[in-house]
């Protein structure tokens, strides 16, 4: 099995690699360096998932020959009270078209990082500060989740695999 996915972040490698270790699924994965064809950082469910679709599709057209492409994209949107949340889209795209995407659950943002994306901020440039600032557990806790994302990358992209590999 080939696997073409669209990104070469090394985090985002480390958890393909593990979850397809722990499904005992054998592949040769490519990955690609791609844009998302979104904003840096995007800021409605739409725009995130788009940009997951936007990677699978990039990869898979630089790499035709792949069983199937993968997009991950990790972003924010805001309740209806005016909250943001983070979460990540995993898309899974076939050579004909076939296209699964699924969503990790969303994690209300603190405050601090609440309004950092409301004065359309990157939040990356302020996860240190953060870490740095709140020195609870809870607060290191969702520190490090809104830095490595790992989380939500994991389970988006398990319930996406998932569901593709059941389908096939």
């Not at 870490?131 to 969702?142: R, V």
Request: charged share 15%.
């Amino acid at each position: 099995m080939i696997i073409a996915f669209g990104s070469t972040s090394e985090g985002k490698k480390t958890i393909l690699n593990k979850l397809l270790s722990d499904i005992g699924i054998p592949a040769e994965i490519l990955f690609i360096n791609v844009t998302s064809g979104v904003s840096q950082q995007p800021l409605t469910s739409l725009e995130t998932k788009t940009g997951s679709i936007n990677r699978a599709q990039n990869a898979l057209a630089l790499a035709p020959h792949a069983d199937f492409a993968l997009g991950v994209e990790v972003g924010y949107h805001p309740n209806r009270l005016g909250q943001y949340s983070m979460f990540c889209w995993t898309s899974v795209l076939t050579p004909s078209n076939k296209l699964l995407s699924f969503r990790s659950q969303k994690v209300l943002l603190p405050q601090f990082h609440q309004h950092k994306l409301i004065n359309n901020l990157d939040l990356c440039d302020y996860v240190r500060d953060y870490l740095k600032t709140y020195s609870d557990p809870l607060s290191q806790y969702i520190g490090v989740l809104i830095r490595d994302r790992t989380p939500l990358i994991e389970k988006s992209l398990e319930s996406a695999l998932l569901a593709f590999l059941i389908k096939n």
